[in-house]
């Protein structure tokens, strides 16, 4: 501010002015509220970092131009303070790979799982087909699913018309093909002779007549609505054409 009251008394002594002491403490009030204004208008401008971001993304040869600041500009760390930028991106490098590792891990396990499954679904879907009568059947669908996942209850049910509590399974269950998620204490009594956590239902074909195939988890968030139903379809199949040659 003292050097625009300089600069204004100078150009008053060049241009050959004269200003009583009144006058120069006018100018000089002049002068220091200009740059108070001119402070204040800069302080108040908008800092638009979307036009400094689109910019570098136009112009990605910037830090080649200025390869300074990498180095020298900081970004904020939670650990160490600060970091440059050639460390932050180092370190969001590094972030990725650990995430892509994980996804690789992930999707492995995912692929050893359905390989087991693969093989599981095929030594049982032989057995059946190689069953002599009803009774070997259900034991080797039973045994097969317990077995390999844990299965508290597996059932084949034959609804009679007469059985009020299973004909209302029937309509309100499985008519549209599929249920999956939890039942109430009366239904899960009724098909399984004690309570159970969630079930998988399917009825099978018409040809078979009125008959449910049942499967009991004691865990209530195993079967849901959302889960697949390829393995039970199979299953499903398998008995469809299976049980008339019974």
Known sequence: MSEITSEVS????VAGNTVSSAQAKDINSIGQDLAVDMMASLQQAPFDEMLI???LLDNPDFFNRYPELLVAMRVPHAERGAVSLVERRQELLRQRVNQLEEEITSLMNIATNNERIFK???ELSFKMLAS?????????LSEGLKTEFGFSHV???????IDSELAKIWRHRVQSGYYFGRLTQSESKRLFGSDVGSVALT???DDNGQVIFAIASKDPTHFHPDMDSLLFSQLRRLLDHKLPQL
């Open 203 to 205: 009825k099978l074909s």
């Open 53 to 55: 971001r689109e910019y």
């Open 10 to 13: 100078l150009a008053n002594e």
């Open 132 to 140: 002599q009568d009803l009774g070997e059947l259900r034991q080797v």
């Open 155 to 161: 059932r084949l049910i034959t609804v009679h018309d």
């Open 120 to 122: 599981f679904n095929t």
